[in-house]
């Protein structure tokens, strides 16, 4: 049996164990606590996280309707140039590529005595301004596989300013 001694001594350690612990709680909390550390980082980590890594890799353009607006019809013209090889604006008059004659708004692949790839309507139906905005950034990604030969025009206005100058090119 123990003595009165040795159990207030085991009561004793069993209480200096238990404010240890208690402390030790109490100070940690006060080192690692949201309130110290977690709110200032805590913006901060998200803004990294879901801002620039993704951002970057998407790329976000402003949209086709919105630069329609600004669409400078002349540029358009002059850009046109670039497809001007292949294409023309008349009516049956198909060259390298099939003519574009109201092209916007236009089937895809509709030119009945043109020999398509059919890479075109496996992405697309219409010759919608978004569509042909897809395209002509890179015609290889958008349709992979398509005949049309041609890099694409990165700048998203000039994109804009040409299909633009196609929706002319109509009755
Ligand atoms: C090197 C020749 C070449 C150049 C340059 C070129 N294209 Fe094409 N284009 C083609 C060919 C070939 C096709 C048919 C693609 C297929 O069937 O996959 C085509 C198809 C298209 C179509 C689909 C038409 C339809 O009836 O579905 C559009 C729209 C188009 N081109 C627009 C343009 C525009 C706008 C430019 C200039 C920025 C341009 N292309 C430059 C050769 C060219």
Redesign the pocket.
């Known amino acids: 049996m123990f003595d009165t001694m040795t159990l207030t001594k085991i009561a004793g350690a069993f209480c200096m164990a238990l404010l240890v612990l208690v402390l030790g709680g109490w100070i940690a909390d006060k080192i690692y606590s949201p309130a110290h550390h977690g709110e200032d980082h805590g913006i901060a980590w998200i803004e990294i996280d879901a801002g620039p890594v993704e951002g970057a890799a998407i790329q976000e353009e402003p949209a086709i309707e919105e630069l329609l607006l600004l669409a400078d019809l002349s540029k358009g013209q002059k850009?046109?140039k670039?497809?001007?090889?292949?294409?023309k604006l008349k009516t049956g008059a198909n060259?390298?590529?099939?003519h574009?004659y109201g092209?916007v708004g236009?089937?895809?692949?509709?030119?009945a005595d043109?020999?398509?790839?059919?890479?075109?309507?496996a992405v697309a139906k219409i010759?919608s301004p978004e569509n042909?905005n897809g395209?002509?950034k890179k015609?290889s990604k958008y349709?992979p596989?398509?005949?049309?030969?041609?890099n694409g025009?990165s700048k998203p206005q000039d994109r804009a300013n040409?299909i633009a100058y196609?929706t002319t090119i109509s009755e």
Do not use: D, E, N
């Not at 060259?95 to 099939?98: A, L, M, R, Y």
């Not at 236009?106 to 030119?111: D, E, K, L, P």
């Not at 398509?116 to 309507?121: A, I, Q, R, T």
């Open positions: 850009t046109f670039k497809c001007g090889a292949c294409h060259g390298v590529g099939p574009l092209v236009r089937a895809v692949g509709s030119i043109f020999s398509y790839s059919g890479s075109l309507v010759w042909l395209f002509l015609p349709a596989g398509t005949k049309m030969s041609f025009i040409l196609l």
